[in-house]
């Protein structure tokens, strides 16, 4: 194996599993402080960050040398029930019902349409030196960046209110690590590939200190 292959692999092994293992105590205490308040924005951001976890260990998977159609089609999936799943936990923030209910009805129509999308595709082999970089066919993206990008737009909104209204540094870490792991996914869906991995960690670290 080449040098910078193996370095590329190693590189890639490591980051995702360092992520992995912040991710998923984050995910525990989330879910516990849902148990807790009952407050519905903690039951998606766990969700989410479950779905997440999920990513990223098959992104581990994924640089140890380990593919399969099943897995990656599993994958890019997963990228987009997750942002929708943070973004439905930022929208609850949000005090009108009926943007909520709106939403939320789009985020269900955007799942099945990506679902749709991923059934009738075949997305082949998009890992290049371990890296999730290859291109996909276009009704995927299309159908994902519906989801992605509707999400994102929703988090930089009420990322902005909720700080406007609150002046809260630990919300604002929150909504900016919600921001950036969801753009981790989208980022990858763009055809910037480079920064998957880095905003994925950044985004966890940034969740950690508003949760502490």
Known sequence: MPLDLLASQTTVLTVTIITFFLTLPLAFVLTKRYLAKKGNQYLYWSLGLWFFAIGVFLEVLFASGIYSQLLIDSYLFI???????????????????IIRQAYFAFTVIATIFTAYALAVSQT????????????????????????TFAAAIVLEIVA???????RNRKMLYIIAGVIIVSMAGTLYIVQFPAFLYLAEFLGVLLLWMGFS
């Open 79 to 97: 990228v987009v029930v997750l942002v929708e799943f943070l973004a439905l936990g930022s929208i609850e923030l949000v005090k009108t019902k």
């Open 124 to 147: 082949g082999n998009i890992l290049v030196s371990y890296v999730i970089q290859g291109n996909l066919p276009m009704l995927v993206v299309v159908s994902s960046s519906i989801a």
């Open 160 to 166: 902005i209110k909720s700080y406007i209204a609150t």
